[in-house]
């Protein structure tokens, strides 16, 4: 997201460079003299000259936007994460990505706001369990309502709430003892 205005800008330097070898072109020059009259042929030069000018101005708001990013007086980021190891993963990624990666242009980070945090009395977890479940409930029924929708949709799978995330040969095979039970149980229900 941060190097996109970087990208753009030079995407529309290598249009502009692609542009000009076409327009200087003799053969370019003379198809378009002899497809057009006069008149036609001054509307398709106009018409490139704005184009021209248009991704021109558009180069110069990436341009801009770009040293806005770089810029730790006017801008600053926020990351936002949940306690959970891959969200706490992704976090430290996206740190790393945008103080170390361009040395030459880091982004400032002050603050990172760690959502979804339970009291340390563990007086608010079943408020919070409660919230989860339907949540859960709620999203669940909204991809039944989907999949009710298709002519042959896919089987929804429910695997209990694993105490961990999955990880490693261990983890899948929990994962997978969890999956062929839920099969079991729904082959001897038919």
């Given at each position: 997201?941060i190097s996109?205005?970087g990208?753009?800008?030079?995407l529309i330097?290598r249009?502009?460079g692609?542009a000009?070898k076409?327009?200087s072109?003799?053969?370019?020059r003379l198809?378009?003299a002899?497809v057009?009259?006069?008149?036609?042929?001054e509307?398709?030069?106009?018409?490139?000259t704005?184009?021209?000018?248009k991704?021109l101005?558009f180069?110069?708001?990436m341009?801009?936007?770009?040293?806005?990013?770089?810029n730790?007086d006017q801008t600053?980021f926020?990351?936002?994460?949940?306690?959970?190891?891959?969200a706490v993963?992704?976090?430290?990624r996206l740190?790393?990505?945008?103080?170390f990666?361009?040395?030459?242009?880091?982004i400032?980070?002050?603050?990172?706001?760690v959502n979804?945090?339970?009291?340390?009395?563990?007086s608010?977890?079943?408020?919070?369990?409660?919230?989860?479940s339907?949540?859960q409930e709620?999203?669940?029924?909204?991809?039944q309502?989907?999949?009710?929708t298709m002519?042959?949709p896919?089987?929804i799978t429910?695997?209990?709430?694993?105490?961990?995330e999955?990880?490693?040969?261990?983890?899948?095979?929990?994962?997978g003892?969890?999956l062929l039970?839920?099969?079991?149980?729904v082959?001897a229900?038919?």
């Amino acid at each position: 997201m941060i190097s996109t205005p970087g990208f753009l800008a030079e995407l529309i330097e290598r249009l502009l460079g692609i542009a000009q070898k076409v327009q200087s072109n003799p053969a370019y020059r003379l198809m378009i003299a002899g497809v057009t009259s006069g008149t036609r042929a001054e509307q398709i030069q106009s018409a490139g000259t704005a184009a021209k000018s248009k991704l021109l101005s558009f180069q110069i708001q990436m341009y801009d936007l770009e040293d806005l990013f770089a810029n730790p007086d006017q801008t600053e980021f926020l990351i936002v994460t949940v306690p959970t190891e891959l969200a706490v993963r992704e976090s430290v990624r996206l740190l790393n990505d945008l103080t170390f990666e361009a040395p030459d242009m880091p982004i400032k980070v002050r603050n990172i706001v760690v959502n979804q945090v339970l009291k340390d009395d563990g007086s608010d977890v079943r408020t919070f369990l409660s919230h989860v479940s339907d949540s859960q409930e709620s999203s669940i029924e909204s991809l039944q309502q989907t999949l009710n929708t298709m002519q042959n949709p896919p089987v929804i799978t429910k695997i209990q709430y694993l105490d961990t995330e999955p990880r490693g040969v261990f983890g899948l095979k929990i994962l997978g003892d969890a999956l062929l039970k839920e099969e079991e149980s729904v082959s001897a229900a038919s």
